[in-house]
Nanobody, 125 residues
Framework: QVQLVESGGGLVQAGGSLRLSCAAS????????MGWFRQAPEKERELVAA????????VYSDSVRGRFTISRDNAKNTVYLQMNSLKPEDTAVYYC??????????????????WGQGTQVTVSS
């Protein structure tokens, strides 16, 4: 079993930045493809960004591309989401997810086996 623990959420003004972290248990973290998702009130959970096991492949939603950066440190069993130029519409609970099942879509929630508890990000205008 894999445990995922997110941190780094909070309240920030529009135009500001936050960095989310997701610490994962398990000795095979370096083989996991990981993702960050978010869910706003009354909306479906959606992919924000995903990264393959080596960090060589990244996937972003159109709404965050150019503003957010996903990265990972396999030595620390941690995946990060750097969020810059935040907008009020980025307000949501952000979830870390992984590993992605082999051959499954990066963007589908059902592709990921485990989920963190979520961290709230609120962007004020």
């Amino acid at each position: 079993q894999v445990q995922l623990v997110e941190s780094g959420g909070g309240l920030v003004q529009a135009g500001g930045s936050l960095r989310l972290s997701c610490a994962a248990s398990g000795r095979t973290f370096s083989s996991y493809d990981m993702g960050w998702f978010r869910q706003a009130p009354e909306k479906e959970r959606e992919l924000v960004a995903a990264i393959d096991s080596s960090g060589g492949i990244t996937v972003y939603s159109d709404s965050v591309r150019g503003r957010f950066t996903i990265s990972r440190d396999n030595a620390k069993n941690t995946v990060y989401l750097q969020m810059n130029s935040l907008k009020p519409e980025d307000t949501a609970v952000y979830y870390c997810a992984g590993p992605r099942a082999y051959g499954r879509s990066y963007i589908a929630t059902g592709s990921y086996m485990y989920w963190g508890q979520g961290t709230q990000v609120t962007v004020s205008s």
